[in-house]
């Protein structure tokens, strides 16, 4: 059995290989003028890059009222304070 740090030293490899490819993919959009591809890449590395909690739940009703507005009106009483 893995010991839990290395567990969590794994996941966090995961997560900056996760980050890593959103950057290529949004470099590739970039060179071939998919821009509105590479905004939503932008965005995605930035709520997935964010550490905190708090900024990050904003960031996600921001991100959901811009890309998914049915999505926001279902969660939106979660979120509203």
């Known amino acids: 059995m893995n010991h839990p740090y290395d567990l ?8 900056s290989a996760f980050v890593d490819l959103m950057k290529s993919r949004m470099d590739w959009c970039v060179d071939t003028e998919r821009y509105e591809m590479a905004a939503r890449l932008r965005d995605l590395i930035e709520y997935q890059t964010t550490e905190d909690e708090a900024v990050k739940d904003a960031y996600f009703v921001k991100l959901c009222k811009k890309y998914s507005p049915e999505l926001y009106e279902s969660i939106k009483h979660k979120y509203e304070k």
Request: hydrophobic share 10%.
């Open 8 to 15: 969590q030293q794994e996941l966090d490899d995961t997560k």
